[in-house]
Each structure stands twice: as C-alpha cells, then as structure tokens.
C-alpha cells in the first residue's frame, strides 16, 4: 500500500508517558540501539516520535513481522498525522499480498522514490536461490507416427538447442518460423497446446536447473529478496550493494538472532551504509516451543505454557535448574522436527539445534548451531565441505544429530516392591490370583529371593512338559494366604497388596505398565527397574556393542521403558512384530498373538544384572544421538520461550530432547548495532570470551557452549550502553474490571461431562432424517486418544460444542456436534445489558465462533467475525460494528481495537497466558478512556473452573536480562508488577 502525505503541517503534539520519554530520548542520542518494550507499551508510537524529532534524510526501513507492517505502523502514522509518505513492499492499496513480478517492480522504484518509509517483512529482506525449470528433451525417446508435425519439430528444436524455458522455447519456436517467409508465425497460445503434446508423450519433462548465470551461487536472476535485488557496484576494487535506506528500524529483533541465518548475513553486509539503526522487540533472544510442549521438571512433565518464574526444570546433564526468565512469543508459524527414533518436537522457525553430522565428528569440526527455519530450507551449507547439503546424506540418511540427556536426577521416594522384583513381574510375571513368574535361569530367581518383603517366600510349581521354565509363586508360607484354600485371604500377601495398590492387580501382559512412583525416582531404582525387566524379557546382542533389546505385548508399557531408557541417558527405537502362535490346538480353538513393541536401545551403563547377559554387553565410545528425519510445517500456534539458571542454558522438553536457552543468541542482534565492537567481530571471538566449549567425550567436538561464570553480568554490562528497556509502569489507564460469570449446565450433561472425564469415551445419539424419510437415531462414540486430545474435547464441551470429525475420512472434517446453549445464553444476555456499547468477544473453536453468529444475528444482534483487514479495525473503533469475534491469533502484537469498545467477552477459557495478555491488550492499553469490563464464562463443574486460578499462577516478571539495561524506575517497576498481575489474570486462547 502507498500513501502519499501532501500536507506540510506538523502533527499534533504527542505526550509521552514517561517510559516511553525515556526511551525516546535514548534514541535520540543513540543512533544505534534497542528498545525493548513490553506489550501495550507503545514502541511504535515511541518510534515515530523519534523519527519526527530527528527527522533523518532518506529513505526508511522497517523490518517487521506481516501483521505489523501492513496494519500497526500505517495505522499510527495515520492517527497521529505523521507527514511520512510509506509504501508497502508487502501489499498493494487494497491490503492484497504483491505477486512477485509487481514486488520486484516496486524494489526498482526505491531507487527513484522521493523519500519515503518502507515496510518489508524478514522472509523478504533476502531469498535463497531458485532453481529455473526448464523443459528438457528426454534422452531416447521416440516419436510416435501420431505426433502433430509442429510438436515435432518443436522437439527437434530442444533437441539441438537443449533445456529451455516454456518462454524462451516459444519465442525461438516462432522465430524460427518466421525465418520461413511461406509460414505464418503461430499463436503463442498454439505453441503451448503442441508444448503439451509433447509433455503428455513423455518426450519432454520438466526438470529443475541451478541458475544460467550463477549456477545456483546467487545472483539477481534467482534471488528475489529486497537485498538480492539492490544495484551492485564496484568500489575501490569491491563489488558493493548500493544501499538507499540510511535509516533501519527492526521490529521484533529476535528474529535476527541466529548468525548463521540468510536474513541477518544480508543485512550485516549493508550494515556499513546505515545512518541510524533501531532495534525493537519485547523478547531480545527466543527460543520458542509451543505452550503444550512438555517440560521436563524434577516432580514430572509440565506444559510450556504453565512454567513460570522461580520453577525448576530439568537440565541436559540431568540436573535441577531454575527458571529465572519467561517470555511469551505469541502465535507463531510452528514446524514439527521428526527425528529417526520417531520423537518429534514442535518449535518455531527461529528455534535454534546444536546439530552435529558423522563427516564433521570425523573431522574434529565443531557442531553447527542452526535455526528450524534455515534446517527446513531445501538446501543448508556446510561448514565441514563448504557445499549446500540437505537433511539427508548422499545414502539417503538423515545427517544431522543432537546430543543425548544425561542421566536425569530425581528426587528418591519410598516405593511399596523392590524395583527388581517389580521389574520381573512385570516381563515374565503374573500379578493375577498368587503373583508369580516364570524363568529358567536359577540366578533370576536368587535375585528375586533376595528382594521378597520380610515375611513373604518362594514356592516352586513343577513347570508343564511343553516348558522348560520354572514357576515361582510368592507366598506367605503360611494357611490361608494367596494359594487357593477355604482359609484364603486371613494372612494377607505383601506383595499381591502391593500390586493392588500400585493398579497392577490382574493387569494381563498387553495390559501391564509402570507405575508412576518408579518412574519418577532416582536413578538406582529406574536403573534395577530396568533391569528386572531387561533379565527376563530382554536380550544383549553379542558383537552389537551396548545395542540391548526389550519385548512387550503392551504398548504403555514399551512407552514407560523408553522413558526409562531415556532417563538414564540412553537412545532407544521401536519395531513392531506379528508374531505366530502354537502350531497345535484343541479342536474349536485358535491363537492368534498380540502385536509385540521390540525396543533397540543403548545405555552408557548396563541394563543386564543376569549374568549370562550381562557379559554381551559392551560400553560404547559414546551414546548414539537422535537424527533429525523431517521438519514440515504444522500449523500456527501460540509459543513461549524460557531462560533457564543452568550455566549451559540448556533444558530438556518431550521424550528428553536437549534444546537452547537464550543467552548464546544475542551476538548478532548486538552486532548488528555496533558492528562487533561490543561482543565480537564475530561468533567465535563471541564464545572465546564468555563461553567454554564441553566436548563430547572422547572427542575435541563441543557438544555445547557453557557461560563462564560472570559471562551473564558482564554481558549485560557490556550491552547497556547500546539498549534500553523502561518498564511498562505509569500508564494512565482506566479501571480494569475482571468478573467471572458462572454458566450452569443441566445435571445430566454435568454427569456425561464427568463420564467422559474419565471413560475418555462419550456417545453421541445423532437424530436424522434416512432415504426413506423416517426419522432415525445412532450412536456414535467420541474417543480422546489421549490427554491433550482429552483436553480440548473438554474445553469443546464446556463452551457447548464437540468436534465429531473421523481423522481418517476428509468429508467429515470440520463436522461438530452442539451439545449445549448455555454459554450462547449468557453470552446474548451480557451484550443486551451493555448499554448498547461494542462488545468484543474471544472465542477458541470454530465451531463456537458460527453458532455465537447464527444465534446473535436470528435475536437482531449484528455480530460480525474479525477478517485482519484494516477496514474493519477502522469500522470497529468508529463504533460500526456492535459485536465483534476475535479469535486470539488474530489478536497479535500492535493491533489497536481500544477507541471501539471498552468490553471483551471471553467465551472459552485459554491456557495461553501470551494468547490472553495479547488480545486483552486489545482494549486494556494506552488510548483507552472508559473502564474495561472483561467478563469470562465460567461453565461449573468443569475445566473452566481451574482455568483462572492457572492463568494467575503465571505471573510474569522481568527477565533479568531486560532488568540489566533497564533505566532506575524502582517506583515505576512496584507499579508494573501489580498491573502485570492483573493483567495475567485475563484469558488468551490455545
């Protein structure tokens, strides 16, 4: 979009709260440096103000996220009638994303512009090499006698002019015919058809070729980037990119954290030619997961989204370390990393992987710190060859490794069984009637023995003539105990009440699992867990090095002893086999086995205390690591980055993957500010200073970069000079007013609720109309796979709707089931009793957002669902629309919607604190003159109950790196802290 500013005349006079003073005024005498503001703080505002006192000469820049240069900066320029002519290089007049050929187009008219502002977002500042496809005559193939004479000789053309684009093909075809006076040059549109003639032959193909000038290195005929596209120029011997914008504001700076990343080497190379460079953002380095991704913690697994200040997760050598950063990122495009054992870890496209490869171990190289976003590109650089290389080797396997979990420390706990004995039932054993089991091997039952609770013995049965294995029962000894009698039960089994209360009783083999109090303890019992397993359903491979293996017909608990093997800082895959039953049976009688899970895995100890075992077990030099198979795109969601105590800043998330804290990523966003004069002319000078390499053992590889011990104060100090960060405290805002509005659900659907808690099944009876016109009934059941899939059907059915769509068959998706109105009551009752004052109204589901509009707009009330466009933003804050539904994604950073309406409904109850921050920072901001009344549903008797007592557990408090380069507003930070603790308290979305 352009917008031309025609008048002179200076715009109002802008007051500034006084943080936002502060900042302005560092800005000002700062020609390089951040700002970093949090939500609702008013950095661009802040920004422009700069700008109009300094009013720099030339063109400006600004790099930021899509949302926010195509609506946020437009909008402010425009209330405040800054004289600035803008363009965007995103989007033309009408809001409508640029094709390529008009974006290039407008990149050349930079060049004759007068001065003007620009908006381009990250992905667009530099592009990676495009390959041209080109049609390519294929090798031996015939003509056949029906092929058209012009498809024909258009063939022989390619043929002796070789590959050739669709254009270039036409344009020599028609020349060559009018070469020929006799012949008419044909219709562009002719060729094709014969072109396609051709294709359909399969006498030509389409192939994909590095560029004709370049051969894929990089140049302006294949790289379609603002920087890409800029004039180069010699210059004392140099070719120099002439550079038109002196003045850069970035916007979200993280995300030019990653040194190794295109978008910060292009702009590092104009760096030079930069006048003034500002730097914006409210997280200064992120390493976002999504706010479901599980955090390991000493006490258990804890959603991302529920971690908070002051708690402590798990470090990648195992160790406790505490939380003493949160920072939310808000909805971000997610990809999902696959690696080879079939874990998966779901991250935002800036989350950076500690990558290692077998040619770079081999080599002695270090590892390479790579961002999602630059691994999922087609093709990344390797810094071991200097050649473009994918995520697979030239054999087809995947190439790049992370590094493996230490041995994890938890806290020891008393547990009710010897864990060696627990194990043995649990792989040969049965905990049904008298617990016994059954082995062959005289040292597993010594073992055994020597675990028995006091009071208890070993009772030999005979084995069968078709077993060579012997059965064990334990007993008391005693009449009366677990073998069957009249007296049974009058002295009680230890060991079958033990089984009881660990939910074991009775459990058959594809039924058995691992209770919790043995997973979460410390490493001796895991370890003597384990290895009653692995001694009785385990085997060692001779000459396989410390390869193990373990079988199961369960599948939970082939999904605990993975845990367990991953606890103790192992590496483990899983197989599945179909194994075959007795040959013979009874007349009437058949067997048919039950899937087994087989489990691979490697241990730097051994996981055998059988002896005839244990000695094929071999230590490994070192541990095998996990391999990233795939990284595809998955969706958009909310993500959260924390920053740990640990001197590695390491942590570990889902199936004890090894990720990144945030300390290590601020070298580039800094150097981008003073060229490296502050932390390094570059990353290495950046870790020979603050940082120690700890090497994978055995090897002069780092396996990590861990901070010295003052690396964090001093790196604080050093950038203080250059950023500067005022709490968001004295804003003038109305009152906020929070009120919790219960919604009563009738008995019957409260009791199915709960049923459906705790089956995980819920059955639907679905009346509909058949062939014949009768109306007829079924049933159809809805099953949560799984707790997070338990979850969202919950809060589905709390709101009053449930997703009944079958995974597997397309025609369903989307389709819903309406349980109830209760919430849709309530709801049109709060809107109605609204003065006739704008409400706007956060919904989750789909679903919830098109009964919310039938039901509103059939009672007369004009509800209308928020687009993103700026034409509704502006219909809203004139008071046009008297309803509006929001869905938290759409409610992303700078989105002003407070001059509309000072009322917010939130219909279903989030987990996402950044979701919920975000979109009340919609109404609840600078420039709001009435009181904001954010009214929340609350469906009794269900998950929406615990939802704000979850939210206000997630207060927010500064990072430490934010307080280190922040100015002395000791009375400014009191003020934030209780508003902050208000403002958590609001909902946001999922």
């Known amino acids: 979009m352009t917008s031309d500013m025609t008048t002179a005349t200076a715009p109002s006079p802008i007051s500034l709260m006084p943080h936002q003073q502060q900042i302005h005024d560092f800005l000002v005498d700062h020609p390089f440096a951040g700002a970093w503001l949090g939500v609702g703080a008013g950095k661009t505002l802040t920004t422009l103000s700069v700008l109009q006192t300094i009013r720099p000469m030339g063109h400006i820049l600004v790099i930021a996220p899509v949302a926010i240069a195509r609506s946020t900066w437009i909008d402010e320029i425009e209330k405040w009638g800054f004289p600035i002519r803008t363009k965007s290089l995103i989007v033309d007049e009408n809001d409508r994303k640029l094709s390529k050929a008009k974006r290039l187009k407008r990149f050349q008219e930079v060049a004759t512009d007068p001065p003007t502002m620009y908006f381009i977002n990250q992905d667009l500042l530099t592009q990676p090499s495009q390959e041209t496809k080109l049609i390519t005559p294929v090798s031996g193939a015939v003509p056949a006698p029906t092929l058209s004479p012009e498809a024909t000789a258009i063939l022989g053309l390619l043929q002796a002019r070789g590959p050739l684009g669709r254009d270039e093909l036409i344009g020599e075809y028609r020349a060559l015919v009018a070469g020929n006076a006799n012949n008419r040059v044909p219709a562009k549109a002719k060729i094709r058809t014969w072109i396609q003639e051709l294709l359909k032959s399969a006498l030509v193909t389409w192939e994909a070729y590095d560029c004709r000038t370049c051969s894929g290195a990089g140049c302006a005929q294949c790289r379609f980037g603002l920087v890409d596209q800029l004039p180069v120029q010699n210059i004392n011997g140099q070719s120099t990119i002439i550079w038109p914008f002196q003045t850069v504001i970035i916007d979200e700076s993280q995300g030019f954290k990653s040194h190794d990343s295109q978008r910060f080497q292009a702009l590092s190379k104009v760096r030079p030619a930069i006048n003034r460079l500002i730097e914006l953002t409210g997280t200064p380095a992120p390493n976002a997961l999504t706010l479901d991704s599980p955090i390991l913690t000493p006490t258990g697994w804890k959603p991302m989204g529920e971690v908070q200040i002051g708690d402590f997760v798990v470090g990648a050598d195992g160790q406790p370390t505490e939380v003493v950063g949160v920072w939310p990122q808000g909805d971000k495009p997610i990809f999902r990393i696959t690696f080879n054992d079939g874990t998966f870890v779901d991250c935002t496209e800036d989350h950076l992987w500690a990558v290692n490869s077998r040619s770079r171990r081999g080599k002695e190289l270090d590892p390479l710190v790579i961002p999602t976003g630059e691994l999922t590109k087609a093709r990344s650089r390797s810094r071991a060859t200097d050649l473009e290389i994918g995520l697979m080797d030239k054999n087809g ?8 979990a230490s041995s994890v420390q938890m806290p020891s706990q008393n547990v009710p069984l010897d864990p060696y004995l627990l194990g043995v039932l649990l792989g040969d054993g049965n905990t049904s009637h008298c617990p016994s089991f059954t082995t062959m091997d005289d040292e597993i039952r010594q073992y055994a023995e020597d675990a028995l609770p006091s009071g208890t013995q070993l009772s030999r049965k005979t084995p069968r003539m078709d077993s060579k294995a012997d059965a064990y029962y334990i007993t008391t000894g005693k009449r009366g105990g677990s073998m069957p009698g009249s007296h049974r039960g009058q002295a009680p089994n230890p060991v079958k009440k033990a089984l009881k209360e660990l939910g074991l009783y009775g459990r058959r ?3 058995k699992f691992i209770p919790e109090p043995y997973m979460w303890n410390d490493e001796s019992v895991r370890l003597e867990l384990l290895r009653g397993l692995c001694d009785t359903d385990g085997a060692s491979k001779i ?14 608990l082939a999904a605990d002893v993975k845990y367990l093997v991953w606890s103790l800082g192992g590496y483990v895959t899983e197989r599945f086999e179909q194994r075959e039953g007795p040959q013979e049976m009874p007349p009437g009688h058949f067997s048919m086995m039950r899937r087994h899970h087989v ?24 541990v095998r690591e996990r391999a990233i198979r795939s990284i595809d795109p998955f969706g958009t969601a909310p993500a959260q980055c924390i920053t740990v105590a640990a001197d590695d800043g390491l942590f570990l998330t889902k199936d004890f993957v090894v990720t990144h804290n945030s300390l290590h990523d601020l070298w580039s966003q800094v150097y981008l500010l003073d060229q490296g004069r502050t932390l390094g002319q570059n990353i290495t000078a950046f870790r020979d200073r603050w940082f120690t390499p700890k090497m994978v053992p055995g090897t002069t590889t780092p396996a990590k970069w861990i901070p010295t011990a003052n690396a964090e104060a001093e790196i604080h100090q050093a950038i203080s000079h250059l950023v500067m960060s005022a709490q968001n405290t004295n804003l003038q805002l109305p009152a906020l007013s929070i009120q919790d509005v219960n919604v009563t659900l009738p008995p019957d659907l409260l009791q199915a609720y709960k049923d459906f808690k705790r089956d995980l099944v819920l059955d639907i009876v679905q009346t509909y109309t058949d062939g014949d016109g ?10 949560a796979a799984n707790q997070a899939v338990l979850t969202s059907k919950l809060m589905q059915f709390a709101s009053g709707t449930l997703y009944t769509a079958d995974p597997d068959d397309p025609a369903t998706k989307g389709r819903y089931e309406v349980i109830h109105d209760k919430k849709i009551e309530m709801t049109e009752y709060l809107v109605r009793n609204n003065g006739g004052e704008p409400v706007l109204i956060a919904y989750h589901f789909k679903s919830d957002k098109e009964q919310l509009l039938t039901r509103l707009r059939k009672v007369g009330i004009d509800a209308q669902a928020f687009d ?8 809203w804050n004139v008071k046009q629309i008297p309803v509006m539904l929001l869905h938290p994604a759409a409610a992303g950073h700078g989105l002003n919607l407070q001059h509309g309406g000072s009322t917010m409904i939130w219909y279903t109850l989030p987990f996402s604190l ?18 904001v009344t954010i009214h929340r549903l609350i469906a009794k008797g269900t998950q929406d109950e615990r939802m704000p007592s979850v939210l206000a557990g997630k207060q927010q408090v500064q990072d430490d790196l934010i307080q280190a380069v922040s100015g002395d507003f000791n009375s400014e930070q009191a003020l934030l802290a209780a508003l902050e603790e208000e403002i ?7």
Do not use: C
Request: charged share 25%.
């Open 509 to 511: 083999s594809w039924e």
């Open 599 to 622: 489990l691979s895995f490697g241990l730097p100890v051994n996981p055998f205390r059988l002896t005839r075992k244990a000695r094929n077990w071999e230590k490994r030099w070192r």
């Open 914 to 931: 950044e979701h919920y921050l975000q979109t009340n920072g919609r109404l609840f901001r600078t420039g709001q003159t009435k009181p």
């Open 868 to 875: 993103g466009s700026r034409d509704m933003v502006r219909r």
């Open 543 to 556: 000459g396989r090095g410390s390869t193990s293996q373990f079988s199961t017909s369960s599948p939970q």
């Open 774 to 783: 009768k109306l007829t009934q079924s049933v159809e059941s809805i099953v």
């Open 984 to 990: 958590r308290e609001d909902l946001t979305d999922l």
């Open 397 to 404: 396997a995947p190439r790049w490794t992370i590094p493996t």
